[in-house]
Nanobody, 121 residues
Framework: QVQLVESGGGVVQAGGSLRLSCTAS????????MGWYRQAPGKQRELVAQ???????EYAAAVKGRFTITRDFAKNAAYLHLNNLEPADTAVYYC???????????????WGQGTLVTVSS
């Protein structure tokens, strides 16, 4: 009853840019944190960036200054702008959303299907 749709991955050369999009829809009462994680082959999933319900962005040290996360509260959407990409950024990127649904105070955690970003040297 809640859907998360991601888009925007692809193949890019080192130094290039991409923009990832994530939109949450369905039976949603409120959205708290929206963020992006990534998982490279053979590695654990790690937080890349997130935007709290206050609008404050947070970044992993490895991407700070190169990636920018923005959020459209009206659309329940988040965008990750990836600039100056490096081969080490190659990974599957997953959108993560914390939200509540009507008549339920539980904070639910939803994951997108993942989108592959490949950076060639």
């Amino acid at each position: 009853q809640v859907q998360l749709v991601e888009s925007g991955g692809g193949v890019v050369q080192a130094g290039g840019s991409l923009r990832l999009s994530c939109t949450a829809s369905g039976r949603i009462r409120s959205v708290a944190t929206m963020g992006w994680y990534r998982q490279a082959p053979g590695k654990q999933r790690e937080l890349v960036a997130q935007v709290l319900d206050t609008g404050k962005p947070e970044y992993a040290a490895a991407v700070k200054g190169r990636f920018t996360i923005t959020r459209d509260f009206a659309k329940n959407a988040a965008y990750l702008h990836l600039n100056n990409l490096e081969p080490a950024d190659t990974a599957v990127y997953y959108c993560n959303v914390d939200l509540t649904i009507p008549y339920d105070s539980t904070l639910y955690h939803y994951w997108g299907q993942g989108t592959l970003v490949t950076v060639s040297s």
